[in-house]
């Protein structure tokens, strides 16, 4: 087990070595390296506001869904876990390091059964893709000349069978936890509304870094291929989705005619911003025992959903 997770790890990060390294080799280093350099420090300051602000509602949103197990967290230790489980997530190989460790402490802290709690944080993962589907959605089917732009014909009825997925997956979405965990239903369409909020900020966050970088072109285009970047990374085939946003941004900035230097350079800084994020769970990783005032287990090495089902009670 413990080796075939260390040739998982391995086959990931050369995943993302290899991903960055082609596109590298497709733009220009130097003129993506002095892109970032010029962006303004007053635009980032913004954009870190604005994230740590999407994460605090984020966080709310697992709340909301550990409640409906229930699970009576507060509201303070669920944020101090939350960053613990973002610290994770960055800085231990493997894609599902800081959700596991949440499983697990909340199976022994609260009892609850791994299953409940694996699907209450896979429908707040789901939630977040969610939003992103329906931004994603109406964006395709609003953006003037985007058919054309990917080769596809300028179909009016095109645009209405686009926003139809829209209901039609939230829908799907719904149904599936109505089917494998009755009692979060509800709150799973709760989670969603509140990823709308949360996915809105993060376009709002990568908007700053773009004005910040003072971008040629149009700023929905960038946020699109943002969000397109975005489905790209929850792919478990890098260490946290590094390299697949770089490429999506890559190749997604020359159908839609956008300076890919500042493409890459927005991917990179909204990482970078992400990664500053993360850091106050550092302490949490070093003082488990703050998080609700009792000793905690916290691993030496990525928690994956699979070792959690297989150890846990």
């Not at 960055?20 to 002095?34: E, Q, Y």
């Not at 509304?193 to 949360?198: D, K, M, P």
């Not at 990374?233 to 159908?255: D, K, N, Q």
């Not at 350079?265 to 990783?285: E, H, K, M, N, T």
């Amino acid at each position: 087990m413990k080796l075939n997770k260390t040739l998982k790890t391995l086959l990931k990060t050369c995943v993302s070595l290899g991903a960055l390294a082609f596109v590298f080799t497709k733009i220009d280093f130097h003129g993506t390296w002095r892109t970032i350099l010029g962006v303004s420090p007053w635009w980032l300051i913004v954009a870190i506001v604005v994230y740590a602000l999407s994460q605090f509602i984020s966080s709310e949103r697992v709340r909301l869904m550990l409640a409906a197990l229930p699970v009576a967290i507060s509201r303070c230790v669920n944020l101090r876990l939350y960053w613990l489980g973002m610290f994770y997530n960055f800085f231990l190989p493997g894609g599902v390091g800081g959700d596991g460790y949440k499983v697990f402490w909340i199976n022994r802290r609260y009892g609850t059964r791994v299953k409940s709690a694996i699907l209450a944080l896979l429908g707040d993962r789901m939630s977040g893709l969610a939003a992103i589907f329906v931004y994603t959605i109406a964006y395709a089917a609003f953006r003037p000349g985007l058919a054309q732009s990917v080769g596809m014909p300028a179909v009016e009825e095109f645009r209405l069978w686009l926003l139809l997925l829209i209901p039609a997956g939230i829908w799907a979405y719904w149904l599936f936890f109505r089917f494998f965990q009755r009692n979060i239903a509800s709150a799973s369409i709760k989670a969603m509304g509140i990823s709308l909020v949360v996915q809105g900020l993060q376009m709002a966050t990568a908007a700053a870094i773009l004005q910040g970088l003072d971008a040629n072109g149009s700023q929905a285009d960038y946020l699109f291929l943002f969000l397109l970047s975005s489905i790209a990374s929850a792919v478990p085939v890098t260490i946290g989705g590094v390299g697949a946003r770089e490429v999506a941004f890559m190749i997604g900035s020359r159908y839609l005619h956008v300076d890919p230097n500042c493409a890459i350079s927005l991917s990179l800084l909204f990482y970078a911003v992400s990664l500053l994020c993360s850091l106050p769970g550092i302490y949490y990783s070093f003082h488990s025992d703050r998080v609700d005032g009792k000793p905690s287990p916290v691993p030496n090495q990525s928690v994956e959903m699979t070792d959690i089902i297989e150890n846990s009670d």
